[in-house]
């Protein structure tokens, strides 16, 4: 079953927007929760990640909002780039992480 | 630092015929190592994981395996390839903490 679900599925911004993308998880033993960026051809790269203990992590243009109540987690990227058009996937595990599930991707592009 | 490595970068190989992907991980020792397959456009899709030399998980049947004959290294393999094993396969690692990939292998089985 899916454990994380992932949308939108697809998103398409101007230069400068905020795209948001959003993820959802079921099981409350998840308690690690990064995003990976991946350009065409090459594999997942590690963006950043949180824990539950925050509702929030900034880095960079990057920003992580958590809400575990609702068992919610979402990406937001500010001032966003023609740079940044690639696949993010969120992901959750719990603390030994070699039981990480990926949400399915969301493929963005930011038009110039 | 770490490193990850995949070879070969791109395979094509028919209907049938044996498969051998490598992985090996620098500058770590212990590592948990993971197998994924991505298709066309897809989400990532985990095939096996090792904690250790010798212990291979498998998360869903199919015709492939997985050895892990050294410490650092991840082999998948297949006796018989099949149109549907066609994807971007992806090896990882951690310790504690986040997965690292490494860049992949596309296979295209015609």
């Known amino acids: 079953q899916q454990q994380v679900k992932q949308s939108p599925q697809s998103l398409i911004v101007q230069k400068g927007g905020i795209p948001i993308i959003n993820c959802a998880y079921e099981?409350?033993?998840?308690?690690?929760f990064p995003w990976y960026q991946q350009f065409p051809g090459k594999g997942p790269a590690l963006l950043i990640a949180i824990r539950p203990d925050v509702s929030e992590k900034k880095e960079g243009r990057f920003t992580i909002s958590f809400n575990k109540s609702a068992k919610q987690f979402s990406l937001h990227i500010m001032d966003s780039q023609p740079g940044d058009s690639a696949t993010y996937f969120c992901a959750a595990s719990t603390h030994n992480n070699n039981d990480m599930r990926f949400g399915a991707g969301t493929r963005l592009t930011v038009k110039p | 630092s770490q490193t990850i490595h995949q070879w070969p970068a791109t395979l094509v190989q028919p209907v049938g015929s044996p498969l051998s992907l490598e992985c090996t991980v620098e500058g770590t020792s212990n590592p948990n190592l993971y197998w994924y397959r991505q298709a066309a456009g897809r989400g990532l899709q985990l095939l096996f994981y090792s904690v250790g030399i010798g212990q291979i998980s498998s998360e869903v049947p199919q015709n492939l395996s997985a050895s892990r004959p050294q410490d650092r290294q991840f082999i998948l393999s297949s006796k018989k390839l099949l149109l549907s094993d066609s994807g971007f396969y992806l090896c990882?690692?951690?310790?504690?903490?986040?997965?690292?990939f490494g860049p992949g292998t596309r296979l295209l089985v015609l």
């Open positions: 990882a690692w951690n310790i504690v903490g986040p997965q690292y």
């Open positions: 099981n409350t033993a998840f308690d690690y």
